[in-house]
Every structure is written in structure tokens, then in C-alpha cells.
């Protein structure tokens, strides 16, 4: 399994990012997949889950009405576009995947990618 985070950076508060996540070694129409954040010090953050389809999806409440996110399952690839940013929502973000889209804040895959820093900052 290989998950790869991309499009990170410096934005200022108000601005926007897309982040992007390549996935491979397993069947990705068959999970549902997930953005989680983490900061220094703190546990790991579930922000978003889309089913495998991409019908369904789900926010934490921080998040809610700014991001979305999205799926192509014909290229492996999941997204969250990221609008109207705030500070705490500087982290490194990372992807995963759960069998099921009612699974909380499980994360299947053990190998989590490198992550993609997000800074938000004037």
C-alpha cells in the first residue's frame, strides 16, 4: 500500500488549497477513503471521509461549509479543496482508507505517506 499527499503550502487566512491524494496497492474503489490532520503534540485528526463511491460524504464540525472533499476513482486520486482557511487549520495531512465509510476514525493501512504540510499564516 502506498499513499501519497500532495499539494500542501503557505496560504494566508481566508485563501484556499487543494490537496491531493494518490493511492496504490490495494483496490481504492473498494474503500472508503479519509483526510486526517495532525499537529505537534496532539493525536491525529480525522477532518474527512468520502465513500468509495464518492455518494457519501462526512466532516468534522471545524471543517463543515470551508472543505470538501472529493474522489476519481478512475485515477486512484482523492481531494479536499480547502476554502476559507483559518490558522488551526495548520497541519500535516495525511491519507487514509477504512473498508467502510461508517467507521469513525479507523484507519485500515498501517503505512501512512509522508503527509502534505498546510501552514496558514499572513
Known amino acids: 500500500v502506498q499513499l501519497v499527499e500532495s499539494g500542501g503550502g503557505l496560504v494566508q487566512p481566508g485563501g484556499s488549497l487543494r490537496l491531493s491524494c494518490v493511492a496504490s496497492?490495494?483496490?481504492?474503489?473498494?474503500?472508503?477513503m479519509k483526510w486526517f490532520r495532525q499537529t505537534p503534540g496532539k493525536e491525529r485528526e480525522l477532518v474527512a471521509t468520502?465513500?468509495?463511491?464518492?455518494?457519501?460524504?462526512a466532516y468534522t464540525s471545524s471543517v463543515k461549509g470551508r472543505f470538501t472533499i472529493s474522489r476519481d476513482n478512475s485515477r486512484n486520486t482523492m481531494y479536499v479543496q480547502m476554502n476559507s482557511m483559518k490558522p488551526e487549520d495548520t497541519a500535516v495531512y495525511y491519507c487514509?482508507?477504512?473498508?467502510?465509510?461508517?467507521?469513525?476514525?479507523?484507519?485500515?493501512?498501517?503505512?501512512w505517506g509522508q503527509g502534505t504540510q498546510v501552514i496558514v499564516s499572513s
Open positions: 468520502i465513500s468509495d463511491s464518492g455518494d457519501s460524504t
Open positions: 496497492g490495494f483496490t481504492f474503489t473498494n474503500y472508503a
Open positions: 487514509n482508507a477504512a473498508r467502510t465509510f461508517f467507521s469513525g476514525s479507523r484507519a485500515d493501512f498501517n503505512s
